[in-house]
């Protein structure tokens, strides 16, 4: 967590850095042999001494710098591979005034970042974990297959729900980070929003396609939508009126569905 200080406002980032290797270290594993290896902790404390030489303004730029260092200093190393996953906060708010040192989190949402750094060639990707989406209107799923196992229903108006991950792959590292991933986002949940769904997949579908209509800059972008199913009670059973406004949410078992759409 790096919190620079600020008179009347403070700022927040809250990262979790994954690194990892892959190189010319076979002899730390047939002899025994750790003078090419870097230890581990070294690893972790150079995540703390570049994040203390400058403010950390966007995951995937702090990547960047992070394998950078580390192929500049690692002559057995091929790739350096940086996950980044940055915890989002909010000053909180009490009306039109925000609390310039008091932050809340947003939710179980979380933004996310992938470096892979090759001697030679360097992938810059991004992402979001654990969107909590829910559209209650223009879903849909029917003509599906049916056997004697089948017991779903057909329904043309159904709750759609998902925990969306999305993660993308941007053609070149010559990106504003921040705006072209509020600019994903922002397409993703308009797309989810406008959409009439006649599955899961359907609608997955249309959102891969609306970012890579709307964004240039993104490749290729993979999501994974599980199907958070709301199963409807019926209430007449209790002797009230029953106007389909009571449902439960139900974890398992539940459809999982993902896709990648290129360009």
Same mark, same amino acid.
């Given at each position: 967590?790096?919190?620079?200080?600020?008179?009347?406002?403070?700022?927040?980032?809250?990262?979790?850095?994954?690194?990892?290797?892959?190189?010319?270290?076979?002899?730390?594993?047939?002899?025994?042999?750790?003078?090419?290896?870097?230890?581990?902790?070294?690893?972790?404390?150079?995540?703390?001494?570049?994040?203390?030489?400058?403010?950390?303004?966007?995951?995937?730029?702090?990547?960047?710098?992070?394998?950078?260092?580390?192929?500049?200093?690692?002559?057995?190393?091929?790739?350096?591979?940086?996950?980044?996953?940055?915890?989002?906060?909010?000053?909180?708010?009490?009306?039109?005034?925000?609390?310039?040192?008091?932050?809340?989190?947003?939710?179980?949402?979380?933004?996310?970042?992938?470096?892979?750094?090759?001697?030679?060639?360097?992938?810059?990707?991004?992402?979001?974990?654990?969107?909590?989406?829910?559209?209650?209107?223009?879903?849909?799923?029917?003509?599906?297959?049916?056997?004697?196992?089948?017991?779903?229903?057909?329904?043309?108006? #159904?709750?759609?729900?998902?925990?969306?991950?999305?993660?993308? #792959?941007?053609?070149?590292?010559?990106?504003?980070?921040?705006?072209?991933? #509020?600019?994903?986002?922002?397409?993703?949940?308009?797309?989810?929003?406008?959409?009439?769904?006649?599955?899961?997949?359907?609608?997955?579908?249309?959102?891969?396609?609306?970012?890579?209509?709307?964004?240039?800059?993104?490749?290729?972008?993979?999501?994974?939508?599980?199907?958070?199913?709301?199963?409807?009670?019926?209430?007449? #059973?209790?002797?009230?009126?029953?106007?389909?406004?009571?449902?439960?949410?139900?974890?398992?078992?539940?459809?999982?569905?993902?896709?990648?759409?290129?360009?």
């Amino acid at each position: 967590m790096q919190l620079l200080r600020r008179p009347g406002r403070d700022a927040l980032r809250d990262l979790t850095v994954a690194i990892s290797f892959r190189g010319q270290f076979d002899e730390s594993y047939t002899d025994g042999d750790n003078s090419a290896v870097l230890p581990t902790d070294t690893m972790k404390n150079t995540v703390y001494a570049l994040a203390a030489r400058e403010p950390v303004h966007e995951p995937e730029t702090f990547g960047l710098a992070l394998a950078r260092h580390f192929l500049e200093r690692n002559p057995r190393l091929r790739r350096a591979r940086i996950d980044l996953t940055e915890h989002l906060w909010g000053h909180i708010a009490r009306g039109e005034r925000e609390y310039g040192h008091a932050f809340v989190r947003k939710g179980g949402e979380a933004r996310t970042a992938a470096i892979q750094a090759h001697r030679k060639r360097l992938i810059v990707g991004a992402g979001i974990a654990d969107l909590l989406i829910l559209k209650s209107a223009h879903s849909a799923f029917s003509g599906f297959p049916r056997d004697e196992f089948t017991t779903l229903p057909e329904t043309r108006d #159904r709750i759609l729900a998902t925990s969306l991950t999305a993660t993308w #792959r941007y053609g070149d590292a010559d990106v504003e980070f921040g705006s072209a991933w #509020r600019a994903v986002r922002t397409t993703l949940l308009d797309v989810f929003a406008e959409h009439h769904s006649e599955s899961v997949q359907h609608t997955l579908y249309a959102m891969g396609q609306g970012v890579l209509d709307a964004i240039p800059h993104v490749t290729a972008i993979r999501l994974v939508m599980p199907n958070k199913h709301h199963l409807p009670i019926d209430v007449s #059973r209790f002797g009230v009126e029953d106007r389909h406004e009571i449902f439960v949410a139900t974890e398992e078992p539940h459809g999982l569905i993902e896709a990648t759409i290129s360009r």
